[in-house]
């Protein structure tokens, strides 16, 4: 048996913010880290990408990796370039997302310090990306495959995974440390999602750690085809395009499986639907190739993937800026950080005709957080570009559980936790969660600083 001093955890992201999740766990002499995401929204944050762990990365025997959103799996390729040279454990669709997203972060970067440093877009001489595609093409020979209910076991720590109905492959990681139960909620899903399964119940922890990003809201939960069909139906009379900035996985596979509904009982005209993102195109292959990990039948799957025309090259999406007909446009990024959707703002953002339409959580810092509060202008490639367009944000299609979901989940609890750790929320999220949980559960909780360090035991 472990003595109390021999397990610590050690919060190296998504503590105090919504972004970043890196936690740390040591045990005796070895290390694991669970889940390694990038900082994502205020400058601040997002420079905390550049700096190097509190550890030598060689010493870390596996990374757990809870999910592929990139605010959980990539600063991989930066710890694999670093030295880490252990097991990265994920579910296999999480593998298979990943084998997408992770090139696809580096090559946005490397495009993104390319203009930049092309036309002066930056004040670092010159810029640089945080890792290369090459870079995290190398980290994915680092993955090994966990199923769902099946334990993995090593030296110190056996892992076992259940759903947590994010995306599919999102986990919830339960660690089994000589008998201490260690559980990881990751980002527990929506229970109304039209596409994903419902957040699996844990019946115990010792310790746990629980996300907040809704911890301090309930989620708007009127029809999502009715407030879409809305929405695009107004747009149309006034001319205009519908402009949707989406999560490439989960999220774009939720709209493409509405609109096709819409579409086909007429609710809403039939309008040309494009897809203009090569990452959610492979996205969307990996959601079909993985049955298991949604409510979908195959016949639903296969109708809504075919609904769009898919837009692979760059010359394709620039054509869509010079059609004047409506239509729907479906690329991303979903928080407008980067991607494609960022050039088709430029052109749609100043016109009132068109209706810019987010779907879901959009972290602070972010041009999808600003426009959704209403700034009359973005700062996109060094320029201020006027926002005339209709902002809408269908919070119910967030692939997040709500404030109430999040209480429902624990209540799947049997026996309280020794301590829960709030984490994954901005602060007034986190905070309301905790003084919820402690008011209806009882529970002793606490909201960890950044890099602030707990001991287990």
Same mark, same amino acid.
């Given at each position: ?33 669970v ?29 757990i ?75 994915l ?13 090593t ?29 990881f ?22 310790y ?13 939960h ?12 107004d ?38 639907? $494009?897809?203009?993102? &090569? ?9 079909? *190739?993985?049955? /298991?990990?949604? %409510? @979908? ?98 919070d119910?299609?967030?692939a ?12 799947? $609890?049997?026996?309280? &936790? ?9 602060? *007034?999220?986190? /905070?309301?969660? %905790? @003084? ?22």
């Amino acid at each position: 048996m472990t003595k109390a001093a021999d397990t610590t955890i050690r919060f190296l992201g998504a503590a105090g913010t919504v972004t970043g999740s890196k936690y740390l766990l040591r045990c005796k002499r070895s290390h694991y880290l669970v889940d390694c995401g990038m900082f994502q929204g205020y400058k601040n944050l997002r420079q905390r990408n550049w700096r190097s762990l509190p550890i030598d990365p060689a010493q870390i025997k596996h990374v757990i990796l809870t999910h592929a959103h990139i605010d959980h799996s990539g600063w991989l390729p930066v710890l694999c370039r670093e030295g880490f040279n252990g097991k990265i454990l994920a579910t296999p669709a999480t593998r298979d997302l990943c084998r997408y997203l992770l090139p696809d972060s580096g090559f946005i970067q490397e495009k993104d310090a390319e203009d930049a440093n092309r036309h002066g877009w930056t004040k670092h001489r010159p810029a640089k990306p945080l890792y290369t595609k090459a870079e995290a093409e190398e980290s994915l020979k680092s993955f090994r495959t966990v199923r769902f209910h099946e334990p993995y076991r090593t030296d110190h720590v056996e892992v076992m995974f259940r759903h947590a109905g994010h995306i599919p492959g999102a986990a919830t990681a339960e660690l089994n440390v000589h008998g201490m139960r260690i559980v990881f909620s990751g980002d527990l899903g929506n229970y109304n999602s039209a596409t994903m399964p419902e957040p699996e119940p844990v019946r115990e922890a010792d310790y746990l750690l629980v996300e907040s990003t809704y911890g301090n809201r309930r989620r708007n939960h009127e029809d999502a085809e009715a407030e879409i069909a809305a929405i695009v139906n107004d747009t149309v009379r006034r001319g205009g395009s519908v402009i949707i900035p989406a999560f490439a996985v989960g999220r774009t596979q939720l709209l493409l499986h509405h609109l096709n509904r819409l579409i086909s009982s007429g609710a809403i005209p039939k309008l040309p639907v $494009f897809l203009d993102s &090569p990452l959610a195109i492979n996205a969307t292959q990996v959601f079909a *190739d993985h049955p /298991d990990d949604h %409510r @979908l039948s195959v016949a639903e799957a296969e109708a809504a993937c075919s609904l769009p025309q898919y837009v692979q090259d760059v010359e394709g999406s620039k054509a869509l800026d010079r059609d004047p007909h409506p239509k729907i446009i479906i690329a991303g990024s979903g928080m407008a950080t980067g991607g494609r959707v960022i050039h088709h703002l430029k052109v749609y953002a100043p016109d009132a005709r068109n209706t810019i339409l987010f779907a879901g959580y959009q972290a602070g810092g972010t041009r999808g957080a600003k426009m959704v509060a209403g700034e009359e202008s973005v700062k996109i490639h060094g320029q201020y570009w006027p926002v005339k367009a209709r902002v809408e944000n269908l919070d119910m299609l967030s692939a997040h559980a709500d404030a109430d979901e999040i209480m429902r989940w624990l209540s799947g $609890f049997e026996r309280p &936790p020794k301590l829960t750790f709030i984490v994954h929320g901005e602060p *007034d999220a986190s /905070d309301a969660l %905790r @003084l919820r949980i402690e008011e209806e559960l009882g529970w002793d909780c606490v909201v960890p600083d950044h890099d602030s360090e707990h001991v287990l035991g």
